[in-house]
């Protein structure tokens, strides 16, 4: 209830001052029901606060169906918002890239967001002295441009397919 009452009071303020906000969910690593079933009503439930962030940044959902419901969450509650960013939850590249193939394909999904992804392994080899601030610049800069080749081919995936279906 404390949480719901600042998240409010944050969307005010945002409203209020014209600034863009982010609302990050993750979901409780319950195996009884999955992250993309949690997901959907947990943004309804802030819809219905009159909660209505700029950008969500959700789970590196596995299927479709998990997309196109949080999808169909915002499209039926806000129709100004900026999007969805995926986040990475310190997630392998090929983990990612499957979601990213499956969230390029809905038009409100815009990128990515995944900041253990990308620094999580040389930050840990870094602080156990097993690599060089050269090493870890030049780990980090290879898995964010890996990253961002996976994005970008599964938009252009996504695109080609949109252009099929539509003759």
């Given amino acids: 209830m404390v949480t719901e009452i600042l998240i409010i009071k944050l969307d005010q303020a945002c ?7 982010l609302l990050e969910i993750i979901t409780a690593r319950d195996d009884n029901t ?9 943004m309804q439930h802030f819809y219905q606060l009159g909660v209505k962030p ?38 392998p590249q090929s983990e990612l890239a499957a979601s990213f193939a499956l969230a390029a394909r809905q038009p409100l999904v815009k990128g990515f967001a995944v900041g253990r992804t990308i620094f999580g392994d040389a930050a840990r080899a870094w ?3 097993e690599m060089s601030d050269a090493d870890a610049v030049d780990h980090m800069a290879a898995r ?6 996976v ?13 099929k279906a539509n003759g």
């Fill in 151 to 163: 994005w970008d081919a599964a938009r252009v995936d996504a695109r080609l397919n949109r252009e």
């Fill in 34 to 42: 999955p992250a993309f079933e949690q997901v959907a009503p947990i």
């Fill in 54 to 91: 700029d950008w969500w940044k959700l789970e590196p959902f596995k299927t479709d169906a998990a997309w196109s419901n949080a999808v169909e969450a915002i499209e039926r509650n806000d129709s100004r918002t900026r999007g969805i960013v995926v986040l990475g939850l310190d997630a």
């Fill in 127 to 129: 602080m156990q002295n």
């Fill in 15 to 21: 409203r209020f001052t014209g600034h863009q906000w």
């Fill in 144 to 149: 964010f441009a890996g990253l961002c080749d």
